[in-house]
């Protein structure tokens, strides 16, 4: 099947050797027909149902974050040098939600690579301060000689399925009636499929049998790499740390496709389209 998922399929080729080559990019900046994203706080303005551009105007090197090219226009981000650590608001979650997959993935590209500019501002080698490093995508400490890259966190998202049902939980900041698949970080040393029966076995106390790839996706709060599975379990008798979740429950295919399709009967809100756990349920009742 062909799965919808959120910020992917962005139109970006990143051109990353232009990264490091000073006059290929210093060519770029000067082409008269580059364009700079538009963004205040983070915050895109769209135009015509997508990213809005402007003509890109000469920036100090240390401003400059090459996002690459698109329709062979070369696209660029400015590095605010006073900008602090991004906000997720339901605001910009809403705006997201009405762009494109695509339009999604380029803006979170350049709004991770811009916050983790703002968070990380010193070396974490030697604490001095370093600076903005081949066009953006990098930091480098003027004192020690560190490259410092922007980081990808990797984190399981899983449904855990057992007899025709899957397991759904709620954490307690979710919007009321909402349930989700399971999920969390994976941790060093551990490899997908561990961390997805670490997780199953720590807040619902269920075993994984086996563990299956389905998706992934870059989250941009600050930058995940979301990894989405399909556990099998060995029985469906749950235990759940209530300090992860405040409930869980079973549901079979039916109940899914009513909480997808937003039914005002559901027995459960399903999580928005952009999110990676709704396209697993797409997945899961594809397979069905
Ligand atoms: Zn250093």
Redesign the pocket.
């Known amino acids: 099947m062909n799965l919808y998922v959120g910020f992917t399929g962005s139109p970006l080729d990143r051109i990353e050797p232009v990264r490091r080559d000073a006059e290929a990019l210093a060519t770029l900046a000067a082409n008269p027909a580059a364009l700079l994203l538009e963004m205040e706080d983070y915050v895109p303005r769209v135009a015509n149902g997508g990213l809005a551009w402007r003509p890109f105007t000469p920036l100090p090197p240390e401003q400059i974050l090459l996002l690459g090219l698109i329709e062979g226009i070369p696209r660029f981000a400015r590095i605010d040098p006073e900008a602090v650590a991004a906000k997720r608001t339901p605001e910009l979650m809403a705006l997201l939600d009405n762009l494109s997959t695509g339009e999604a993935g380029t803006y979170a590209t350049a709004r991770s690579v811009l916050d983790w500019h703002a968070r990380h501002r010193f070396?974490?080698?030697?604490?001095?301060s370093?600076q903005p490093h081949h066009a953006g995508w990098a930091r480098l400490?003027?004192?020690?000689?560190?490259e410092h890259y922007p980081r990808t966190d990797p984190v399981v998202i899983m449904l855990a399925e057992y007899d025709g049902r899957v397991l759904v939980g709620r954490q307690p900041g979710f919007a009321p009636g909402r349930y989700s698949a399971l999920a969390g970080f994976v941790e060093v040393g551990e490899s997908i499929e561990e961390a997805v029966a670490r997780e199953l076995r720590e807040e619902a106390g269920v075993i994984a049998t086996s563990v299956r790839y389905v998706a992934s996706q870059p989250w941009p709060f600050p930058s995940q790499l979301m990894i989405a599975c399909i556990a099998t379990l060995a029985d469906d008798v749950v235990t759940l740390d209530l300090a992860e979740l405040e409930d869980a429950k079973w549901v079979n295919r039916d109940q899914v496709a009513a909480a997808l399709a937003g039914d005002a009967d559901a027995i459960f809100g399903a999580p928005p389209r952009y999110a990676i756990a709704n396209s697993l349920f797409r997945a899961w009742l594809a397979e069905g």
């Open positions: 070396c974490a080698n030697c604490g001095a370093s400490c003027p004192s020690c000689g560190t």
